[in-house]
């Protein structure tokens, strides 16, 4: 690969392994478990046309209950409560009303990125598959950016100028059973979905290894991709830089490694069309020892976190 395709695809991985969309305010996590609690990370890169952030207002939508900010060192903290359109069942008990609106008032330069936190309960109003989307407004100097677009029914939120973030809420998943490969299990194999025409794509997963030899994964197929690349994200000095790994991942006997965003890795190569959340893609791993294996990744949304039973 020459050093310009390299720059090109670390471009690209740092958007997909490190924070999606960075450009829109975004939730860290964009997907909740139905009928629960849900711990909202409020992500914002940037200010109103360079000027500093002074105030980030959140609007809470019905059938969000249960809502408690966070509050914030140095940022002023206000919430407006109301009456629900109806009762929600939580915990066996009738709940009418609470916060309808979140303002955290402070000051956030345009050059630096922060993060705002509310924790929520997602009611049985929103069924597995539905997307929640809470209007955000910042508030500068002067200036204002209204996250508060919702996309129409079979709308494209990715087109969007400025889109309200949102929260998808996920189906009630069982764990899917390992793969064997000889003595090792492969688990939980996973994606993030793309946006269009990013060139390349991220796979995680576990790999255990309970067997008495090492071994070692060197490579693999995506049918959507053209090659597959083993990587790690690490620091160096006060950058984070991406190399491929040097004769492949060792998986040491008795050990666990985790394939996860911001560490080792798969490179999925020159896609040849975006990752779709939702979507189940087949490929294959191949071991040094235990050879070509196939497994099936599941394509989480943009911001999609980890499986949540191996989240640490």
């Known amino acids: 690969m020459t050093s310009s395709r390299f720059g090109g695809a670390l471009t690209a991985a740092a958007l997909l392994i490190s924070s999606p969309a960075f450009a829109h305010v975004t939730f860290e996590n964009g997907q909740a478990a139905p009928n629960s609690t849900y711990k909202a990370t409020l992500r914002i890169p940037h200010g109103c046309d360079g000027k500093a952030t002074l105030k980030v207002r959140v ?85 204002t950016e209204e996250w508060t677009q919702v996309p129409a029914a079979g709308e494209d939120p990715h087109g969007l100028k400025s889109p309200a973030p ?26 993030r979905a793309t946006p269009g025409g990013a060139k390349v794509g991220g796979g995680y997963l576990r790999i255990t290894n309970t067997g008495a030899d090492s071994d070692r994964l060197i490579g693999g197929s995506f049918p959507l991709a053209s090659k597959v690349e083993v990587h790690e994200m690490r620091m160096e000095g006060d950058v984070m ?29 020159d896609l040849k069309e975006p990752l779709k959340e939702g979507q189940s893609v087949k490929g294959t791993l191949v071991f040094e020892k235990a050879g070509s294996v196939e497994v099936e990744y599941a394509v989480r949304g943009m911001g999609g976190a980890a499986p949540a039973e191996h989240k640490h």
């Open 241 to 269: 830089r991406m190399k491929p790994v040097e004769g492949g991942l060792e998986i040491k006997p008795g050990a666990t490694v985790e394939l996860k965003p911001g560490g080792y890795h798969l490179m999925f190569m």
């Open 59 to 143: 609007r809470i939508p019905e059938g969000i209950v249960a809502v408690k900010p966070m509050p914030k060192a140095g940022w002023k903290l206000e919430t407006t409560k109301g009456s629900y359109v109806k009762a929600y069942q939580v915990k066996g008990e009738a709940v009418s009303e609470g916060v309808t609106d979140i303002v955290w008032t402070g000051s956030l330069d345009d050059a630096h990125y922060d993060e705002f936190v509310f924790q929520a309960r997602f009611t049985a109003a929103y069924q597995p598959g539905a997307t929640v989307y809470f209007p955000v407004v910042q508030e500068c100097d002067g200036a």
């Open 166 to 191: 949102g929260v998808r809420v996920a189906g009630i998943a069982t764990a899917a059973q390992p793969v064997k490969a000889g003595p090792l299990n492969l688990e939980q194999p996973w994606s």
